[in-house]
């Protein structure tokens, strides 16, 4: 199984992420604060994280609707992980955060996501 490596800027939150198949595509949503943090994101089912630093260090950031959760190191202020509104069962984890991040992009289509337009911020 591929196991990928990452943390934040500062290095006082580390992650792995081992997955049953190599990471296959990245996701880059366009709503508002992924947008302003520049964040790529992986999907990933939660056991498939491990917090090898930090995990007590997390600080967490809603807005809007308040469902979609964003984790980031308080200290250097790197986003790491989230939970989607879209998906509230998986996390995701900010891509640009993993070791192998270039390769990755290199070698992966970024696929959009209309975060602008959520289906859950439309009017019933």
């Known amino acids: 199984m591929p196991t990928y490596k990452g943390s934040c800027h500062c290095g006082d939150i580390r992650i792995e992420l081992e997955r049953p ?6 996701l880059e949503c366009d709503c508002s604060i992924c947008t302003k943090k520049g964040i790529v994101h992986t999907p990933a089912e939660n056991h498939e994280i491990r917090m090898t630093q930090g995990a007590d260090k997390l ?3 809603r ?3 308040g469902e979609a959760r964003h984790e980031f190191c308080p200290r ?3 986003h790491v992980l989230g939970r989607p509104r879209s998906h509230p069962e998986r996390q995701t984890v900010n891509a640009r955060c993993l070791e192998d991040y270039w390769d990755l992009r ?7 996501f209309d975060g602008q337009n959520h289906p859950k911020d439309q009017a019933e």
């Open 63 to 65: 807005f809007g609707t």
């Open 76 to 78: 250097c202020g790197i």
């Open 59 to 61: 600080a967490l950031y």
């Open 21 to 26: 198949e190599p990471i296959d595509r990245l």
């Open 106 to 112: 290199r070698r992966l289509t970024v696929v959009q």
